[in-house]
Nanobody, 124 residues
Framework: VQLQASGGGLVQAGGSLRLSCAAS????????MGWFRQAPGKEREFVAT????????YYADSVKGRFTISRDNAKNTVYLQMNSLKPEDTAVYYC??????????????????WGQGTQVTVSS
């Protein structure tokens, strides 16, 4: 199983970025695909998640209304569209996958598979 995250970079406050997570190695139809982030000196925190099959989406309060998680079945890829970025969004962003019944969707400990992380830096 491989999750390959990409799309990070440096952007000014108020700008946008789209992160991608290319998934391979298994069928993810019974998995949640999530995004987490970790800033220096802070714990890893939940950002967004959605079941691969289905339309439900879940967001941390801090990103609700600014970030959108989506998937492309044909490309086996999950996206995180990030708009109205703030300096406090600066972190390494990780994509991850967990089974549908494997723990809470907003707990990083419930996720079994992780991508390598991509750096997002938002300047003020």
């Amino acid at each position: 199983v491989q999750l390959q995250a990409s799309g990070g970079g440096l952007v000014q406050a108020g700008g946008s970025l789209r992160l991608s997570c290319a998934a391979s190695g298994r069928t993810f139809s019974r998995y949640y695909m999530g995004w987490f982030r970790q800033a220096p000196g802070k714990e890893r925190e939940f950002v967004a998640t959605k079941p691969w099959a289905g339309s439900s989406t879940y967001y941390a309060d801090s990103v609700k209304g600014r970030f959108t998680i989506s998937r492309d079945n044909a490309k086996n890829t999950v996206y995180l569209q990030m708009n109205s970025l703030k300096p406090e969004d600066t972190a390494v962003y990780y994509c991850a996958a967990k089974g549908l019944n494997s723990g809470n969707y907003d707990s990083w400990t419930a996720y079994d598979y992780w991508g390598q992380g991509t750096q997002v830096t938002v300047s003020s």
